[in-house]
């Protein structure tokens, strides 16, 4: 976990920048990008793929990913930093694929070793949901747009989660990547929103390269396309997302009865 603190009220998020471990220069430009668009607060997204998928060796060692680094924005983004009065904040984040029982494993070695700020799982069974939403600490739950839902989400399950402080998230670029993704995003989100009313809803980029990436307040206007009502339009980039931050911190701060930060004139690191 980071020593970042927990970011004012007001920020707008991008909380799923993909990271590219094998191109730290595409990594860092769409950070870039995010500043650039008026993000404040990003979280680089480490994506570790069900052991169904790995080979039998590789389930053996159970390796989990080292968290990205420290990004180092170039000088235009340091310049419009400055130049607006704003800070940046970088935060670590895994997302765990769950196509069996076996990825729960993942799960619980992640938690052990504490060395994500931000825990995220992509479930593709009804069990495996129902698991993330009642059981697992977690705080995101990924909703793909690249298939027809799986599972159906259920008012009681999803509820459970929104008690838990678990958040959704969605992530918009795969629309503007494929008409069948835009379509299958639109209806899987809907699905969900029937359930949980808009509330605790992420939208993220999960953006593979930097001209996938829009600004937030595009984004925020999405949130039309799902049914959700005008007034929870914003905080799928601002409120939601820093509920999720918050989440993060209370599972290392048992309930979080208290929690103490120092505060730096300088916040960010760039």
Not at 21 to 46: D, H
Not at 63 to 68: A, F, S
Not at 221 to 247: D, M, P, Y
């Amino acid at each position: 976990m980071s020593s970042i603190p927990i970011p004012p009220h007001g920020k707008l998020y991008d909380l799923n920048i993909q990271y590219e471990s094998n191109c730290l220069m595409e990594t860092t430009s769409k950070a870039n990008m995010a500043v650039r668009l008026g993000y404040e607060v990003v979280a680089i997204n480490q994506n570790v793929s069900s052991v169904a998928k790995e080979t039998k060796a590789k389930r053996m060692k159970l390796m989990l990913p080292e968290p990205p680094p420290l990004l180092h924005l170039d000088a235009e983004s340091k310049s419009y930093l400055k130049i607006n009065k704003k800070n940046f904040q970088q935060y670590s984040r895994i997302t765990i694929e769950l196509c069996e029982l076996g990825d729960l494993h993942k799960v619980r070695d992640v938690l052990s070793t504490g060395l994500y700020d931000i825990i995220a799982v992509l479930p593709r069974t009804d069990r495996l949901f129902h698991s993330a939403c009642t059981e697992l600490h977690i705080d995101i739950i990924c909703i793909d747009g690249s298939e027809k839902l799986p599972y159906l989400p259920k008012h009681a399950t999803v509820q459970a989660a929104i008690s838990r402080g678990i958040n959704f998230e969605v992530c918009y670029a795969p629309m503007i990547r494929d008409t069948t993704m835009r379509r299958l995003t639109i209806n899987n989100v809907q699905r969900l929103v029937e359930s949980s009313k808009g509330k605790n809803l992420i939208l993220s980029s999960g953006a593979l390269h930097q001209m996938e990436m829009r600004g937030p307040y595009d984004v925020a206007n999405l949130s039309t396309l799902f049914g959700i009502k005008e007034n929870l339009h914003i905080h799928c980039v601002s409120n939601n997302c820093r509920s999720a931050i918050v989440h993060s911190f209370t599972r290392k701060t048992a309930k979080c009865a208290v929690y103490v930060q120092q505060l730096n004139e300088t916040i960010a690191t760039i």
